[in-house]
Each structure stands twice: as C-alpha cells, then as structure tokens.
C-alpha cells in the first residue's frame, strides 16, 4: 500500500484549519502532517514535515499566501505542490500565487468531496485545477504574444492540458501512449519555459492561445 499523501495547512483562521485537517482525516490516502497560521512559519512547517501539498490561504497577516509560495518554491530541494485556498475565486492573489507557481486552486466553500479529489489531483501532478475566474484572469493580464514555436501535435496537447486532461486521459483522446503524451508535455514546458503544466496553461491563455470557454 503507498504512502499517504502528506499535506500541511497554513491559514490564519483556526476554524478553517480544523475543518480541512477534519475533512482530509477521513481519507486513508491522505494525513495532516502540520499546520501554520501564517506564511513566516511555512519555512519551519517544511523543514519539519516535508509534506508533499501544501494547502496555502492567500491573505493572512505578516507573510501572505504569494510570498509564501514563491519562498517555499525557491528555496526547497524538494518543494511541496502548493493547492491555494481562498475565498474569493477572482482574488488577484489567486492568479498571482498560479504565475509564483502555485499548482492548484480550491474555494473555502469548497465541498469536502471536492477538497480531497483537488488535494489528490494536485499531488499527482499530471493534470491541474485551473477554473473559469482564473482562465478569465490570464486572458485578461495577457499580452497577446504568441506562443514558442510549438508543432501541430505539442499544441494539440496544450489545448487539452488547458482543459485540465490528465496524461491518461489526453492519451486517450489522442489515441497514443502516455509515454508520448509525456514527451510531448516535456517539449511544451521546454518550448515554452514552464516549470510545470500550470505555467504553460497560463501562458496558453496569456498568449490567447486558447480562450475561455
């Protein structure tokens, strides 16, 4: 049996703490490993525990959710996936915390279902969360460049990885291997200068690529 995902919450509210740790102990697959109320404690929190997905409130006191993100992403050897929690699905931070590199979004509103499939799809890493307002935003801060010089197959695949298709599941609608479908995710990150699928997603809608739906 694998090892469950390792996850810590950082938000200032302890009710909302309580609630996610009590909604993510009801998965076998998933374990708390550490809390944080504030983004200066995340360094600690991540030495101490190394989680693998990091559920990461936005707005909190001293250090925020954005500057949070980009520190623990630099400065990790192994940087956890950071999931943003907000309330407010088209707070700028959001956007600004995807483009730091965050790799997900979840809503505090968010039903418990869907607070551990997010949690688990941003831990496997090889699809994203990325909802209407945050499209919305992307195409709004874009700046019309066009994308690197993609083939006709790589940017077939970043339009379904902008529909959120795990590789599995672009495999699938493509009718290849998904050990082509990663390759050809490889060269799209290359191309593109992507650290990882959230970031190209976020150039695709900049570059007006793909479009809202």
């Known amino acids: ?17 309580i609630g996610l ?16 109320a504030d983004g200066a404690e995340v360094p600690p929190l991540l030495a101490r525990t190394r989680p693998d997905v990091v559920l990461m409130d936005v707005r909190m006191p001293a250090i925020d959710g954005l500057q949070a993100t980009r520190h623990a992403l630099a400065t990790s050897a192994r940087p956890p996936r950071i999931l943003v929690v907000t309330t407010f699905e088209n707070d700028e931070y959001v956007y600004a915390a995807l483009r730091a590199g965050a790799s997900g979004f979840l809503l505090k509103r968010a039903r418990p ?3 551990l499939a997010a949690i688990r799809v941003v831990a496997a890493g090889e699809s994203l969360l990325f909802p209407a307002a945050v499209r919305r935003l992307a195409t709004a801060y874009g700046q019309r460049t066009p994308p690197a010089n993609l083939t006709e197959r790589e940017a077939e695949v970043l339009r ?9 599941e672009i495999a699938g609608r493509l ?5 082509t479908v990663k390759t050809h995710v490889g060269n799209v990150l290359a191309k593109l200068g992507a650290r ?3 970031q190209a997603v976020i150039a695709a809608y900049e570059s007006g690529f793909v479009t809202p739906s």
Do not use: C, F, K, W
Request: glycine residues 6%.
């Open 113 to 115: 279902a869907e607070v």
């Open 21 to 36: 740790a009590a909604i993510i102990s009801t998965a076998p697959d998933l374990t708390v490993v550490g809390e944080a």
């Open 1 to 17: 049996m694998p090892e469950p995902v390792r996850v810590a919450i950082v938000d200032d509210d302890e009710l909302v703490r």
């Open 160 to 168: 379904l990885m902008a529909e959120g298709l795990s590789n599995a």
């Open 175 to 179: 009718v290849v291997g998904v050990e």
């Open 196 to 198: 990882d699928r959230t």
